[in-house]
């Protein structure tokens, strides 16, 4: 089952999903703190959805303020990288990039692309998760005490 | 955290924190045993998945972390407790209130070292961390690498801060050697630490305030600042190095009273940083003068006024006056500054030409002063001095930054009791990092007693601060008086540097106290200074007959007042008197005391040789040198003055290159020397550059 669970987060890191900062908060989750990388995973989607909202919002009613869109996406950018969401990370640069150059059209696109992410990102983390949940600590966290 | 480094001296405030730190007294190295386990660090962010990481990974270098998501929540807490966190990370961008902000009011009210963190990049945003103060700038993600390190920064500030504590602890040493050598020398200039009050009142004593001062300068000087170039004379007391933060507390605490009318005074009580003296402010508040003078485009007429300072004696107080004009033209404008404001002013304007708004009002305190003074000739002076400069108080601050370079190493030399006034001048002006305009006034003026006035803004701006001072300050008092007159002789320089010279060197003296503060090498500015007046009075008294040789009374006046002068510290030895004055000066003082003690004949002989250079010794930065190299052995940044005059006044600049404070950088970058290390104001290097 651990070996599953590895394989798992394996193939979400050769996709792209997540990147070496992800595994700087698997090193920081130890005995104390087992379930360290789930419990921010969790925050970060709690955070990240509603900072979507806003940006949904904000693109729905049409005006398009870059300035605005632009601070949420810094925000949605910055726990995005702590966390490790890579391809996540990517379309918010993107989405940025549109903001600063006033393209309505491009933000719309990209936000478009970084919900899918977002959303496809968090589902294999809750599955990653749920797995390694099951298969109990991992051979890491198992230390002699 | 401060507490810690404070401690040492302060009583350790920081007692509990030092627990981890060092232990406050300590200097680093018990500190870095201490850490960083157990440092307590505050996290700032809006984001919580952010937060939360930085959390644990805090927490896993063994850190005591708060966290807090909100920048105002953070502020209280940190009010709250003010000694209850070591460092405090923060993110840019928040919805409440600008990580720039909050790090700005830490740095003031707290003077915690701050990071700042950001998924932002972008360089500019990197550099404003920096111009603002922060000790680092972490890009998201943030690694564990990063934040392992993080102590350093703590480390880091308390070393600088040790420097003022050591005052503050030292203070309490220094007070007592003050105090003893008060007893014998009266006026010891506290050496700033202990009390800038002390000191100017030590030093008006009279007389013993010279030698007073001067030990006090040392004492103070050493004390105070990181005698970056001191170190090896360690006499002088340590300098306070001017961090980031602290600095910023400083802008802050400058702007809460609005530059006209700060006040080292005030300014250190709403800075409330534990082991800062008012000289240390003073002397800061000066540089910072001269900066904003700079800013501002401050004409160069304190340039000019040097240069005329610097040719005749009234030219040596024209620097002098330059410098404390501006300041004290900051004063005069304000007209509000009381004397006490003045004399503050004078100090802070010794050390600042800069402030002229500020000095704005010290220069009208002067310029009241000077009425009591019995300036007036030096306030006509002075006015005229400073109102070159000034012109509106502090952009013009330049020219009087020089001035008080220039000042204090040639006042020093040359009035004995114009010294006075050089000295401080010298002060001011090695403390405005003019350094080498005033030395070379005061170079000048040496010979003619008082001071060349530091290069025509220091030394106007001395003057009313000076006299300001005197009333004032205790320690400066001597100063004060003078100030007007001695000072701002620029024009009239040598009549009045005669009649000035009291005055200015009083003023002088004040400013040199003032000065010291600054990290100016006030050795230099001793010079100016030097003439303490702390001496008080009695010192203008003897300036005032000196001066009427000026040339020679300057080294009459030195090796009279001996007391405490050095003269040979270089003008410090003026700044010795104004030890009481300059605590700030300390770095000057430091000089000045050393030179001081040393020297009378140092003083007379570097009176001479600032004669001889007077003329003009090397613009500005001669008269600094001179001041300096003969009396100074002055720890006190004089170091430049040290240098045997001639070759001192040279010495003098690059002294003060050494001492690299922020404020010096920030000066050099300018164009003005730098007074002194003593600022070590990252930010002004950088601020430097665009202006």
Known sequence: MQRQVALIKQSLFDQGYLDEQFMELEELQDDANPNFVEEVSALYFKDSARLINNIDQALERGSFDFNRLDNYMHQFKGSSTSIGASKVKTECTKFREYCRAGNAEGCLRTFHQLKKEHSTLRKKLEHYFQLARQAGPKETARRPK | ?691
């Open chain 2, 1 to 691: 955290m401060m507490n810690p480094s404070h401690g040492r001296g302060l009583g350790s405030a920081g007692g509990s924190s030092s627990g981890r730190n060092q232990g406050g007294g300590g200097g680093g190295e018990t500190v870095v045993e201490m850490f960083p386990s157990g440092l307590r660090v505050l996290v700032v962010d809006d984001d919580p998945t952010c937060l939360m990481i930085l959390e644990r990974m805090l927490m896993s270098c063994l850190y005591e972390v708060t966290k807090c998501n909100r920048a105002e929540l953070a502020l209280s807490l940190l009010r709250k407790n003010k000694h209850g966190f070591d460092i405090v990370i923060s993110d840019v961008h928040m919805p409440d209130m600008d990580g720039f902000k909050l790090l700005e009011h830490v740095g003031l009210e707290m003077d915690l070292p701050v990071i700042m963190m950001s998924a932002d990049d972008s360089k500019s945003v990197v550099l404003k961390g920096v111009t603002h103060g922060a000790v680092d700038y972490l890009i998201k993600p943030v690694r564990m690498e990063a934040l392992k390190n993080i102590w350093q920064h703590v480390v880091r500030k308390r070393r600088s801060e040790w420097s003022v504590p050591e005052h503050s602890g030292s203070i309490e040493e220094t007070r007592d050697r003050q105090q003893q050598q008060h007893r014998g020398g009266n006026a010891a200039i506290s050496g700033g630490e202990d009390a800038v009050d002390d000191n100017s009142s030590s030093v008006n004593e009279g007389n013993n305030w010279r030698s007073n001062s001067r030990k006090r300068k040392d004492e103070d000087g050493e004390e105070q600042g990181d005698d970056k170039d001191e170190d090896a004379s360690n006499l002088k007391k340590p300098r306070v190095v001017w961090s980031v933060e602290l600095h910023q507390q400083f802008v802050a605490a400058v702007n809460q009273l609005g530059v006209e009318k700060a006040v080292p005074k005030k300014i250190l009580e709403l800075m409330n940083v534990p082991g800062l003296t008012r000289e240390n402010v003073a002397s800061h508040l000066q540089k910072y003068r001269i900066y904003l003078r700079r800013l501002g485009g401050v004409s160069q007429h304190q340039g000019n006024l040097n240069n005329s300072f610097m040719t005749g004696q009234d030219a040596s107080f024209a620097p002098l006056s330059t410098l404390n004009g501006f300041d004290l033209q900051a004063l005069a404008v304000t007209g509000q500054l009381p004397a006490q404001s003045l004399a503050q002013l004078q100090a802070a304007g010794l050390g600042r030409p800069t402030m002229v708004s500020k000095s704005g009002l010290p220069v009208s305190s002067i310029v009241d002063e000077r009425s009591i003074f019995s300036f007036d000739n030096s306030k006509t002076r002075f006015g005229e001095g400073l109102g070159h400069h000034h012109g509106q108080q502090q952009p013009q601050q330049q020219p009087q930054m020089n001035l008080l370079h220039g000042v204090p190493t040639g006042l020093q030399q040359q009035l004995p009791m114009g010294n006075r006034m050089s000295i401080q001048q010298q002060i001011a002006a090695v403390r405005a990092g003019h350094s080498v305009q005033n030395s070379g006034m005061l170079m000048q003026s040496l010979p003619r007693g008082p001071p060349p006035m530091l290069t025509s803004s220091q030394s106007s701006i001395r003057q009313p601060m000076l006299s300001n001072r005197i009333p004032e300050r205790s320690g400066f008092s001597g100063r004060n008086n003078i100030p007007e007159s001695s000072r701002v002789l620029p024009t009239g320089y040598t009549n009045h540097l005669t009649t000035q010279h009291s005055s200015s060197s009083l003023a002088y003296n004040n400013f040199q106290t003032e000065l010291p503060v600054n990290s100016f090498p006030l050795a230099s500015a001793p010079g100016l200074s030097a003439v303490p007046v702390r001496k008080t009075n009695s010192y203008q008294e003897e300036v005032n007959s000196s001066e009427a040789g000026f040339a020679t009374p300057s080294y009459d006046m030195f090796t009279t007042r001996q007391n405490d002068w050095d003269l040979r510290s270089i003008g410090i030895a003026f700044d010795s008197h104004q030890d009481a004055e300059s605590a700030a000066f300390s770095n000057s003082e430091a000089y000045s005391s050393s030179s001081m003690s040393r020297n009378n004949n140092t003083t007379v002989a570097a009176t001479e040789h600032v004669r001889n250079h007077q003329q003009q010794p090397h613009p500005g930065m001669v008269p600094h040198h001179q001041v300096y190299a003969d009396g100074n052995s002055g720890s006190v940044r004089v170091k430049s003055e040290r240098v045997a005059a001639d070759s001192a006044a040279m010495a003098f600049h690059e002294q003060y290159s050494n001492q690299e404070d922020l404020m010096s950088a920030l000066l050099k970058q300018e164009g003005i020397a730098p007074v002194d290390g003593e600022f070590d104001f990252d930010a002004y290097s950088i601020d430097n550059i665009p202006v």
